[in-house]
């Protein structure tokens, strides 16, 4: 594995850096390589470019209005964990905005994995973007002819190793889970500026993470993960109606409950829930099923990740390193 570069996604007070990489991409000024990967390979439309020359136009909607659409998936162990929900997920948030995807979804599994060859990784984390493409300065899709694919290959650890032990604190930002009729929080487009806005928020009070209310004033989410809590032995999470995204760490959640005979349901869940909860975790291809302990200074359970957690992460684990498209055959 051709891991190198020890590059930090969040406070790197809370979160130092270890022997992998720990990179949130795109969030903080960093050293290169940003991928973590030393002779990084980056694919772009069909073909591959170092690092320093992978780059994509100005006029590109993608950077000019956020008018695209992303995924990020994560391999273990030589094998791709959930690709075809991954990719159905990117089809349908591309079908949600009108983008037709230029090629079919078996080239793009056949892409995913060269990508991860290319970079003789095994265990890493893939970022998917698919980019409206090149138009003029006025917004109109129509301009754009030629949607662009985009697949960077990366090292990732997204909180050290003492937050999955310890639990992370979340606080309450003001800022709002984009109203679904403004713009749907299950398309997972190229545009975060909203959640953006929650993670300053995070930032600025010292948390770990930002809890993200809906309009009605009900839990949606957190910056990019889905929140679940426990009371008495029981597993809620807010429904996608309530700004959730359709998050596929969450569908393993309820696969894992299913296994292990933990009664798990959608409700709509308040402040009030978090902060009397037994247990409460938040899930994430990124961050994988991560306990919290804190939500606006009010101590969750004991103030330690608690059993139920505990199980489902022990679970989690052991599908990931089970499962996945064989990514070297
Ligand atoms: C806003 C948001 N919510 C939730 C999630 C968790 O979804 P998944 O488990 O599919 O990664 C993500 C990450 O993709 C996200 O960006």
Not at 272 to 294: M, N, Q, R, S, Y
Request: charged letters at 20%; a neutral charge; hydrophobic letters at 40%.
């Amino acid at each position: 594995m051709k891991t190198t570069d020890t590059t930090v996604l969040d406070e790197p007070k809370i979160h130092e850096p270890t022997d992998q990489a720990v990179i949130e991409p795109a969030i903080e000024s960093r050293p290169r390589p940003a991928t973590g990967i030393k002779e990084a390979k980056i694919y772009i439309d069909g073909k591959f470019y170092s690092e320093a020359n992978a780059k994509v136009s100005v006029l590109d909607h993608g950077l000019l209005y956020g008018d695209g659409i992303f995924e990020g998936i994560r391999f273990y162990n030589g094998r791709v964990f959930r690709l075809e929900e991954h990719l159905h997920r990117l089809w349908d948030s591309a079908r949600s905005i009108c983008l037709e995807i230029p090629m079919p979804m078996r080239d793009m599994t056949e892409a995913v994995l060269e990508t991860i060859r290319q970079n003789h990784l095994r265990d890493g984390y893939i970022r998917l973007l698919v980019t409206r493409g090149i138009g003029n300065l006025g917004l109109n899709p129509a301009q754009c002819k030629h949607p662009s694919v985009i697949i960077i290959a990366a090292t990732i650890a997204l909180y050290h190793e003492n937050i999955y032990r310890k639990g992370l604190t979340i606080v309450t930002c003001a800022t709002r889970r984009s109203n679904p009729a403004a713009l749907n929080p299950a398309v997972k487009s190229l545009n975060y500026l909203n959640n953006v806005m929650a993670r300053i928020e995070a930032n600025l009070a010292g948390a770990d993470e930002a809890l993200m209310l809906n309009d009605a004033g009900n839990v949606a989410e957190c910056t990019a993960d889905n929140v679940f809590i426990i009371k008495r032995g029981q597993i809620f999470t807010p429904p996608i109606t309530a700004g959730a995204l359709r998050g596929i760490t969450r569908s393993i959640v309820f696969e894992i409950a299913g296994e292990l005979g933990i009664k798990i349901m959608e409700a709509d869940i308040t402040r009030h829930d978090v902060f009397i909860a037994d247990e409460c975790f938040l899930t994430g291809t990124a961050a994988e099923i991560v306990p919290v302990v804190k939500a606006d200074g009010r101590l969750i359970g004991n103030s330690k990740p608690g059993p139920i957690t505990a199980r489902t992460i022990a679970r989690f684990h052991a599908m990931t390193h089970e499962t996945g498209t064989p990514i070297f055959v």
